[in-house]
């Protein structure tokens, strides 16, 4: 986390804002804590897309989509203001590295961590899909290791499944690279089976410690996506063979998020969760991050107003473009 800059707010809606977490193509994301003592990871888009009036309408619907989803293995949205001068959402913080970090700083993850995170990943997509939503950016930043389970994140551009709203019109790329299923690269109609693959990728850079489809570029990457088989090289047995299939170009040739959940943890993500399914060192992690939370002084209120970022917003000439950024557990940006 890092400290506010001059020009930053202190304060959005009912939140005391203690530092930045990261930023990302639609905003910069803070560390709040609300008056009651509560921590929340608070999403404020940038202020060039406030003055947008088609990307207000598609955020409040976005942020009512999020609300929907609030079963086991999501970060809950508890509260926004969509009409705000500069709109904002609080979404339940974690404490727990995401899985980039934690891979990153710890290689791959040991292949029982795999089996829980995979299970629990599946029972969230299963319930988002029942809602008859796509996550649509289901990656390695966007997912959150902690004591209690795996948490999927960021439903900044969850879709309804029979939408046809399109988030490249404001300049937003809808997934990423190198996670992305074949059909949202191409541009077909996106359903769950989308989510799955993702999934799929996100499972084997667990496992592997390397996506299953390596490049220098985004062009290399969205290439090998679509016309290459993955490279799964670490994975062995039935793991090798269900994350294969979910990596199957052809959307009908890959399991649901039920069948995998069941193949992965026939009794359920949570009872594995409970015995313990994250390594000692990430334990450890866990709880320096939880105490160093609780540590955290607040910087005293001030007057909320408009939002003003020191520095230009994405997408402007020059900017080199924001990393998902979830250090020390929290959520990743927009």
């Given at each position: 986390m890092q400290p506010l800059d001059v020009g930053e707010p202190t304060v959005v809606g009912p939140y005391r804002l203690l530092g930045r977490l990261g930023s990302g193509g639609m905003g910069r994301v803070y560390l709040g804590r609300s008056a009651g003592g509560r921590t929340v990871a608070v999403k404020v888009v940038h202020p060039h897309f406030a003055l947008d009036e088609e990307f207000r309408a598609r955020f409040r619907r976005e942020v009512e989509a999020a609300r929907r989803v609030g079963g086991a293995w999501t970060a809950p949205v508890l509260d926004a203001d969509p009409e705000a001068s500069v709109p904002w959402v609080a979404i339940g913080y974690a404490a727990g590295p995401s899985l980039s970090a934690a891979v990153a700083d710890g290689g791959?993850?040991?292949?029982?961590?795999?089996?829980?995170?995979?299970?629990?990943?599946?029972?969230?997509?299963?319930?988002?899909?029942?809602?008859?939503?796509?996550?649509?950016?289901?990656?390695?930043?966007?997912?959150?290791?902690?004591?209690?389970?795996?948490?999927?994140?960021?439903?900044?551009?969850?879709?309804?499944?029979?939408?046809?709203?399109?988030l490249t019109s404001t300049g937003v790329s809808i997934g990423s690279p190198g996670y992305m299923s074949p059909e949202q690269i191409l541009g077909h109609g996106v359903t769950g089976a989308a989510d799955v693959f993702s999934l799929g990728a996100v499972l084997a850079y667990a496992a592997t410690g390397e996506s299953p489809f390596p490049g220098d570029s985004s062009a290399a990457l969205l290439y090998k996506v679509v016309h290459e088989p993955p490279r799964l090289d670490g994975l062995r047995g039935d793991l090798h063979d269900l994350v294969e299939r979910c990596l199957a170009k052809e959307p009908g040739a890959r399991p649901a998020p039920d069948e995998i959940a069941r193949a992965l943890a026939p009794d359920g993500a949570a009872r594995l969760v409970t015995a313990g399914w994250l390594p000692g060192s990430l334990v450890e992690q866990v709880g320096r991050s939880a105490v160093q939370l609780l540590n955290l002084d607040?910087?005293?209120?001030?007057?909320?107003?408009?939002?003003g970022f020191s520095s230009p917003s994405v997408g402007e000439p020059g900017t080199p473009t924001p990393t998902d950024a979830t250090p020390g557990g929290g959520v990743s940006g927009m």
């Amino acid at each position: 986390m890092q400290p506010l800059d001059v020009g930053e707010p202190t304060v959005v809606g009912p939140y005391r804002l203690l530092g930045r977490l990261g930023s990302g193509g639609m905003g910069r994301v803070y560390l709040g804590r609300s008056a009651g003592g509560r921590t929340v990871a608070v999403k404020v888009v940038h202020p060039h897309f406030a003055l947008d009036e088609e990307f207000r309408a598609r955020f409040r619907r976005e942020v009512e989509a999020a609300r929907r989803v609030g079963g086991a293995w999501t970060a809950p949205v508890l509260d926004a203001d969509p009409e705000a001068s500069v709109p904002w959402v609080a979404i339940g913080y974690a404490a727990g590295p995401s899985l980039s970090a934690a891979v990153a700083d710890g290689g791959p993850l040991p292949e029982h961590t795999v089996r829980v995170l995979g299970a629990g990943l599946a029972e969230a997509l299963s319930a988002v899909h029942a809602l008859g939503l796509v996550h649509r950016d289901v990656k390695p930043s966007n997912v959150l290791l902690t004591v209690d389970g795996p948490l999927l994140i960021d439903f900044g551009i969850a879709r309804a499944t029979d939408g046809t709203a399109s988030l490249t019109s404001t300049g937003v790329s809808i997934g990423s690279p190198g996670y992305m299923s074949p059909e949202q690269i191409l541009g077909h109609g996106v359903t769950g089976a989308a989510d799955v693959f993702s999934l799929g990728a996100v499972l084997a850079y667990a496992a592997t410690g390397e996506s299953p489809f390596p490049g220098d570029s985004s062009a290399a990457l969205l290439y090998k996506v679509v016309h290459e088989p993955p490279r799964l090289d670490g994975l062995r047995g039935d793991l090798h063979d269900l994350v294969e299939r979910c990596l199957a170009k052809e959307p009908g040739a890959r399991p649901a998020p039920d069948e995998i959940a069941r193949a992965l943890a026939p009794d359920g993500a949570a009872r594995l969760v409970t015995a313990g399914w994250l390594p000692g060192s990430l334990v450890e992690q866990v709880g320096r991050s939880a105490v160093q939370l609780l540590n955290l002084d607040a910087t005293e209120p001030g007057p909320s107003g408009p939002v003003g970022f020191s520095s230009p917003s994405v997408g402007e000439p020059g900017t080199p473009t924001p990393t998902d950024a979830t250090p020390g557990g929290g959520v990743s940006g927009m």
